[in-house]
């Protein structure tokens, strides 16, 4: 007997057999147990989920005479008639190469007639999305209301392609990507069957490389085992799959994720120059970097990635070296490279600029990468190394460090409304209501008990700077950081000074919580006199206008009412 495939040789026969699917798989087995059979179906889903496979169980299933669980027992005469390819009560028509409408006219004739040794006869269109507008019209009238003894069960891939008018006769059932876990143990059970030994490693590779299909994964498995002499390893899968070396493709991510363009660039090229596809080496990356994304967030992050130990450790190492944002960024960049690449007649320099631009993150103004950039510069001032002089220019762009103490210039007062204590005009008008204010006179300070420190020059300026990234790591109050960010800042001897003009968020920093805080950020910068303010606060106290008149024309005489 000639040589079949994996996915043709261990093709379930039963419904217990199939991989998932019980929502679809329930359903069919109810209705067979109960007798009411539907005249039209519509299986559709991914590839290699098992559409075609569950339709001619179905169509045995439904034409069994002694069922089993709902599945078909194999051993009848009609089960033993419609094994055999010659048999005329079930009939598969791929849709693909017979889409016209002749071919839909004859089937309607067809179907007319009985089935030869079965109760019901099956008609299984594949690929039914490829037929014409024609012969869907021509197939419409006998699906909509067919023989007693016809079924039709229609598998597609792309149901968005049929018409409104076919959907809404047919019963629809959609078949769901197959979990990775599930993979793994149909591979296993196959493997154990054809006494083939194995890692645990090489299975995981080879179920992840089949994304949910099953039919895909056993291709697969079909190719490494014909590949793999002995036992089946984690290498073997990586070379049947073109893969790039790991470590390799590893040390390229590692470069670019610290920055390194020279070291990218020369590990790019040696890689390439062993003749590995550009495709296939965008692609490891951004597995790797995915890798190092699940191993730096997951705790799980061993059991999901089912890699070697050792490889774990590497990605794992990686991943904890690399700021997180830094990493999505790069991901971002080589997803994009992959998808232009699709349209681009010259790969290579695609690829090459995304490392170069992955590389060199002072040219990338991502909100991502410039929020990575910050931490990095935070964590080289608190352990103390001097920033590159890039990294300096970008500190002297962060907007919330002034540079320099700009004199405040004095702008004369508001004047504010006068308010009629006692009205001058004879028509009675009701007294306002006085608006209660508290004494500003003097407003409250609020400084650190401890004496004050003399401060050099490039301290004072830095100051409001320091202070606010001191803020961010030691409080997690987003609202007290927003508002501190408004303050002004200044010296006043030795006392750092913040003022602000709104009197709603002087009070707001007068809590007691706010202090704290607010003292707790000065102390670790070295800064232990300060004080708060509100600036613009006038000492002038509001007069009727009764007595404004008076003091102005003294010699009128005015008479109060």
């Not at 990356?285 to 995915?290: D, E, I, M, Y």
């Not at 290579?348 to 990468?369: F, G, H």
């Not at 006043?492 to 202090?515: A, I, M, N, P, Q």
């Amino acid at each position: 007997m000639a040589y079949l495939a994996f996915y043709r040789m261990f093709r379930p026969d039963t419904f217990e057999r199939v991989v998932r699917q019980e929502h679809i798989i329930q359903i069919l087995k109810n209705q067979i147990a109960t007798d009411r059979i539907g005249h039209a179906y519509l299986f559709c889903g991914p590839r290699g989920t098992g559409k075609t496979t569950v339709a001619r169980i179905f169509a045995k299933a439904i034409n069994c005479k002694t069922p089993s669980g709902g599945s078909p027992c194999g051993r009848c005469e009609t089960c033993r008639a419609l094994a055999e390819a010659s048999n005329l009560d079930v009939v598969e028509i791929d849709a693909a190469s017979n889409n016209g409408v002749d071919e839909m006219r004859d089937l309607r004739e067809k179907v007319q007639y009985p089935p030869v040794s079965a109760k019901y006869k099956v008609y299984i269109i594949d690929e039914v999305h490829m037929l014409t507008d024609s012969a869907f019209n021509a197939l419409l009238k006998t699906l909509e209301e067919p023989p007693k003894h016809a079924v039709f069960i229609m598998a597609t891939t792309e149901p968005h392609k049929i018409p409104a008018t076919i959907l809404s006769r047919c019963m629809r059932f959609d078949f769901k990507l197959l979990p990775q876990e599930d993979l793994e143990d149909h591979l296993k059970g196959i493997l154990q069957k054809i006494g083939k030994e194995y890692e645990e490693e090489a299975v995981s590779a080879i179920a992840r490389a089949g994304a949910g299909s099953d039919r895909d994964m056993l291709s697969l498995a079909d190719m490494c085992v014909s590949f793999s002499s002995g036992k089946l390893t984690y290498d073997d899968v990586t070379k049947v799959l073109g893969s790039a070396d790991f470590y390799e493709t590893g040390e390229l991510c590692e470069a670019v994720l610290g920055g390194d363009n020279g070291a990218s660039l020369s590990k790019l090229e040696k890689i390439l120059s062993e003749g590995k596809s550009i495709g296939v080496l965008i692609k490891d990356c951004l597995n790797f970097l995915n890798r190092c994304t699940i191993a730096k967030m997951c705790r799980d992050a061993e059991k999901i990635l089912s890699l070697p130990q050792k490889m774990f450790e590497y990605v794992k190492g990686v991943g904890e070296r690399a700021d997180g944002h830094r990493l999505l960024r790069v991901t971002e960049i080589f997803a994009k490279a992959e998808n232009d690449m699709k349209y681009s007649t010259s790969p290579r320099i695609l690829l090459e600029t995304a490392v170069v631009k992955a590389s060199m993150p002072q040219t990338d103004y991502n909100i991502d990468n410039l929020i990575a950039r910050i931490n990095e510069l935070e964590e080289k001032l608190n352990r103390g190394v001097p920033a590159a002089p890039a990294a300096r220019q970008e500190e002297a762009r962060v907007p919330e460090t002034p540079t320099i103490q700009e004199p405040s210039i004095e702008e004369p007062p508001i004047e504010e409304p006068v308010f009629f204590d006692e009205p001058i005009f004879e028509t009675p008008v009701p007294p306002k209501r006085e608006r209660k204010k508290e004494p500003t006179e003097n407003p409250p300070v609020f400084e650190a008990m401890s004496a004050p420190v003399a401060a050099s020059a490039d301290f004072k300026v830095n100051t409001f700077g320091k202070f606010l990234r001191a803020l961010r790591k030691t409080n997690k109050n987003p609202v007290l950081f927003v508002m501190c960010q408004d303050l002004h800042s200044s010296f006043e001897g030795d006392t750092f000074l913040l003022s602000t003009d709104s009197e709603v968020v002087y009070k707001s920093l007068l809590r007691e919580e706010h202090t704290a805080a607010l003292t707790a950020a000065l102390a670790s910068i070295g800064v232990s006199d300060f004080k708060v303010t509100l600036a613009g606060h006038q000492d002038e106290k509001k007069i009727s206008l009764t007595e404004s008149v008076k003091r102005d024309f003294p010699d009128i005489k005015i008479e109060e009412r």
